[in-house]
């Protein structure tokens, strides 16, 4: 399947080449997501995308939305948060009435609108975590851990103790983040290095897992390691290089296996008993060559695989066959089954524009007039079109 045939435009509003996004999905893929009452939102660097996958009336529902290099996602306590390659994009999500009025009218059950985004600069940033009433960023490019600060680029708040310095440049390739209400708790880095790109000549087996409170390095040994994530206490981290999906156990400070993936695995989130992780093919072999994986780089596939985390058997996939080649993140939004984003750019997504107003006051005036104290202001009004 594919979406609609449209013609593709960058940011400044120019018309480019048109690639085609061809997808494919297993049978069950709806019926797995209705089931469990969640949807998710996915974002690809390489295709500057951010789609979500939803159901509505047993059918697949999927859009797509330029994000220009959209990297980690995080869930807020207002909506979605999605860095990109300049700035970190704020979606709350709109007063609820107006999903539904999104085209096609009726389909959709909540609406996140790009209404903020912070300039950061190019710092390469990688996961996001909204964790102790703060958005947490990896800055690859500073080898560090940053919040969000309004008069300055970002708040550096935490780096690996095996880094000597903030400076620019890429020097262990920090990336993944888990985190908890207390804070940070985990991160994964490709290697031990303090040069830049040092991490490059020891990518195959020079990944690691750090504990971010006490700065020790509790697993060494992993092949290119992102996306560590907490679930109800126990501690997920995809091993890339080799395809997988493995547990932390805390007592053998070890990572065990629980399913080999046809992908390089990147981007994932856990909900009930099921992970959803990020396939991506294998590009140019500089970054990616002499992996583990790399004897099986014809076979693999780019998409999101569903996992029983008890069973370690793929209970869903949905696979591209044209137009996306790399997945970095996916969240899972519980108690969505079918969202829309409005991003930056509706006029590149082709997609109809959202103005949000404040509510106009019964005698003219507007909502936020009264003194404080006189009450609660009526709902900001939305106004859909082109």
């Keep these: 399947?594919?979406?609609?045939?449209?013609?593709?435009?960058?940011?400044?509003g120019s018309e480019r080449t048109a690639t085609p996004v061809d997808y494919e999905y297993s049978t069950n893929l709806p019926a797995v997501l209705d089931a469990v009452g969640a949807s998710l939102v996915v974002s690809t660097y390489q295709a500057g995308?951010?789609?979500?996958?939803?159901?509505?009336?047993?059918?697949?529902?999927?859009?797509?939305?330029?994000?220009?290099?959209?990297?980690?996602?995080?869930?807020?306590?207002?909506?979605?948060?999605?860095?990109?390659?300049?700035?970190?994009?704020?979606?709350?999500?709109?007063?609820?009435?107006?999903?539904?009025?999104?085209?096609?009218?009726?389909?959709?059950?909540?609406?996140?609108?790009?209404?903020?985004?912070?300039?950061?600069?190019?710092i390469m940033g990688h996961d996001l975590a909204w964790s102790g009433g703060a958005l947490w960023i990896v800055n690859t490019l500073f080898n560090c851990l940053c919040t969000l600060e309004p008069n300055a680029s970002f708040q550096p708040r935490w780096r690996p103790p095996f880094v000597s310095e903030l400076a620019a440049g890429d020097r262990c390739h920090l990336n993944g983040l888990a985190a908890d209400d207390s804070g940070p708790r985990f991160v994964t880095a490709l290697a031990e290095t303090d040069t830049d790109n040092g991490w490059r000549a020891v990518k195959r087996s020079g990944g690691c897992l750090v504990d971010v409170p006490t700065g020790e390095v509790l697993v060494r040994g992993l092949s290119m390691p992102h996306s560590p994530r907490l679930d109800r206490g126990v501690l997920w981290l995809l091993n890339s290089g080799h395809g997988r999906i493995e547990r932390f156990d805390p007592t053998t400070r070890t990572t065990v296996p629980v399913a080999t993936l046809p992908g390089y695995t990147r981007g994932l989130d856990l909900f009930g008993n099921l992970a959803f992780v990020g396939l991506s093919r294998i590009r140019e072999s500089a970054v990616f060559g002499d992996l583990p994986l790399d004897d099986r780089r014809e076979s693999l596939r780019c998409g999101v695989a569903v996992v029983d985390c008890r069973t370690g058997g793929i209970v869903a996939t949905l696979f591209f066959t044209s137009g996306v080649e790399e997945i970095f993140d996916v969240r899972v939004l519980p108690g969505y089954r079918n969202p829309v984003l409005s991003g930056p750019y509706p006029?590149?997504?082709?997609?109809?524009t959202i103005w949000l107003v404040p509510g106009r006051r019964p005698n003219g005036g507007t909502a936020g007039d009264e003194p404080t104290g006189c009450g609660t202001a009526p709902e900001a009004v939305a106004m859909v079109g082109r």
């Design 347 to 352: 006029d590149v997504d082709e997609t109809e």
């Design 49 to 122: 995308k951010v789609f979500t996958i939803g159901v509505h009336r047993d059918s697949l529902q999927i859009r797509f939305h330029h994000f220009e290099q959209a990297m980690g996602i995080a869930r807020t306590p207002t909506g979605l948060a999605i860095g990109t390659k300049r700035q970190v994009w704020s979606l709350p999500a709109a007063p609820a009435e107006l999903a539904s009025r999104v085209r096609p009218e009726g389909t959709h059950d909540v609406a996140f609108l790009a209404r903020q985004a912070q300039f950061t600069g190019p």
């Design 1 to 12: 399947m594919s979406p609609d045939p449209e013609t593709e435009r960058n940011a400044t």
